[in-house]
């Protein structure tokens, strides 16, 4: 495609404007602008595809940040079964990654992975495992390993109110409905229905392949999950910039990890660009995502070194204490505005990164030009997320959640140094260590969250008239709005 003779990359005509062309002169967030609507052909919210732009295998916009107190095993598998990415933290060792990756690589890309115990296990024991997922049920099995059979299936309520001692064979229902796998989904959720259940087991023969809910077979109908060139569901690792870079990046590689982060704080400094070097120096086909930057000049000295995807964001993260502590960083918006442009020009793409709080901040990092989102604090509330669940005494669940930059972060990640060492190094923390982050009683599952941003940015893109985040981009116009205009948005949960 050219323009006025300079070759521009596909989908980079027009780019978002402003308002009657009122670009403001400072730096902007996501709560200071909205989008007005245009002209639209686009019919329905199902017409728009969110494949994202990037080509890194995500059908979907959304990707987990690569936060211990969030991203894990179980984030990657269920983000990826709807078409996003989780990355897994730096801080994780190298053969812990290698082992939950071949774990996600071998999930069923449709089913969700079951929660099994023996019929001789205990209600505490399913009480325990059953908030580690969202589908509600633990299923009764007899056998070992991957062949198993189920015999029984429990739900919270069967728990409760009996002794936490009592055998699951005692509280079980038998002989449960099971599907067999590959119904059609429109059927399985009509069977459920039908049967007043909302999950039961899916079985190949008699063998227990995972779990099906209501819920999960109407979004396998509208989510394409993310998939590597084997049709297995998506893996990500981060890599930090510190020690042997190219030697972990290789054995991530060796791993089967799909896409490879190379993750700082201050990602335009020269240790993280010859970080970034020595991974697209033995990452071969594998996209290699880079940061953390806000500025072009930033952007372009990550691409030059072999980026294909430049993470934005300094110090919009919920547990972020950098712009408090250093006065560094830069409104998000304007950030990723400025790094997509130059990330454009050079035929590369930007994540934005950090400060995700609302659907509407996803759909408006695309308008600025974002290829895909980063999310974490929003989803450590969540079933999925990594950390244990607890309880604040009023019956009201919630996961502790930390920064990566926190005094409990750097105390972990750098557990090998001397007692020296660890506590210089705590000194510099940029993180809080402890956040609750509760979960949403009416959206308790990453899946719930997830179903809430992209309705809201397939219904954004029609309101722009346009069928794909390219085209979100290209069609966007921009207002900047008072504190009063946003809060006028809000939703009024009671009179006034
Ligand atoms: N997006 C954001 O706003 C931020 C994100 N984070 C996250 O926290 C985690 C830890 O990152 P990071 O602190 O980079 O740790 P890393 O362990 O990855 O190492 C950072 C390296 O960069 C050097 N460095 C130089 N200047 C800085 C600076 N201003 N801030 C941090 N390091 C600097 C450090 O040296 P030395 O320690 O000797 O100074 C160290 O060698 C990552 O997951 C990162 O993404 C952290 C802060 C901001
Ligand atoms: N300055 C710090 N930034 C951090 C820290 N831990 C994570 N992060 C950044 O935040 C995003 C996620 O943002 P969120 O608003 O969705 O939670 C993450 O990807 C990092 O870039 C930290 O300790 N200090
Ligand atoms: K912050």
């Known amino acids: 495609m050219r323009t006025g003779g300079r070759a521009v990359p ?18 902007l967030t996501y709560a200071d602008v909205f989008m007005v609507p245009g002209h639209s052909t686009v019919g329905s919210r199902l017409e728009v595809d969110l494949t994202t732009p990037d080509r890194v295998g995500t ?10 107190a969030i991203s894990g095993r179980r984030m990657a598998e269920t983000i990826a079964r709807r078409g996003g990415l989780a990355v897994l933290p730096q ?16 999930r069923h890309p449709v089913y969700d992975t ?22 509600g049920i633990v299923v009764v099995v007899e056998g070992r390993g991957e062949d198993v059979v189920p015999v029984g299936v429990v739900t919270d309520g069967a728990c409760r109110g009996v002794d936490r001692f009592s055998q699951l064979s005692q509280v079980m229902a038998e002989h449960p409905l099971t599907v067999p796998a590959g119904t059609d989904l429109p059927k ?5 229905s039908g ?38 569901l998506l893996t990500s690792a981060a890599v930090g910039i510190n020690g042997d870079v190219a030697g972990k990046a290789t054995a991530l590689l060796a791993a089967g990890v799909d896409v490879l982060v190379v993750d700082t704080a201050h990602g335009h400094q020269e240790k993280a660009v010859e970080a970034v070097r020595a991974v697209r120096s033995v990452a071969g086909s594998v996209p290699v995502v880079a940061g953390n930057v806000v500025t072009a000049e930033g952007t372009r000295d990550l691409v030059e070194a072999g980026a294909d995807v430049v993470k934005v964001g300094v110090g919009p993260g919920a547990m972020c204490t950098t712009r408090m502590m250093t006065g560094v960083g830069r409104p998000q918006f304007s950030a990723v505005e400025e790094c997509a442009a130059e990330a454009r020009r050079l035929g590369k793409h930007v994540w934005a990164d950090g ?17 895909n989102v980063m999310v974490g604090s929003w989803f450590a509330g969540t079933y999925e997320s990594a950390g244990d669940i607890h309880d604040d005494g009023s019956g009201r669940l919630y996961k502790e959640s930390f920064g990566m930059a926190s005094a409990r ?53 029609t309101y722009a008239g346009a069928r794909t985040i390219d085209e979100l981009h290209e069609r966007a116009v921009l207002g900047v709005q008072s504190a009063a205009g946003y809060d006028e948005g809000r939703p009024l949960p009671t009179s006034w």
């Open 195 to 232: 049967e007043r259940v909302s999950a039961a087991p899916v079985v190949e023969g008699d063998r227990l392949v995972g779990v099906v809910t209501r819920k999960g077979a109407l979004r396998s109908t509208l989510y394409t999950p993310a998939v590597n060139g084997e049709g297995q």
């Open 91 to 106: 801080d994780i060792p190298v053969d812990v990654v290698a082992e939950v990756v071949s774990w996600v690589h071998a």
């Open 409 to 461: 972060a750097v105390k972990a990640r750098t557990a090998q140094q001397s007692g020296f060492e660890r506590a210089r190094a705590g000194l510099f923390e940029e993180g809080i260590s402890s956040s609750r982050m509760y979960l949403d009683p009416a959206r308790p599952g990453v899946e719930d969250l997830v179903d809430g941003i992209v309705a809201g940015v397939r219904s954004s893109c």
């Open 188 to 192: 399985v959720f009509d069977v459920l």
């Open 114 to 135: 079951a929660i099994t115990l023996a019929p001789s296990s205990t209600v505490g024991e399913a009480l325990s495992l059953m908030t580690k997922r969202a589908h």
């Open 59 to 68: 059908t979907i916009p959304v990707v987990v940040a690569n936060m211990t």
């Open 355 to 371: 400060g995700v709080r609302h659907p509407r901040d996803v759909a408006l990092a695309l308008a600025a030009g974002a290829a």
């Open 10 to 27: 596909c989908g980079t005509l027009g780019g978002m404007r402003f308002l009657n062309g009122q670009r403001p002169a400072t730096d």
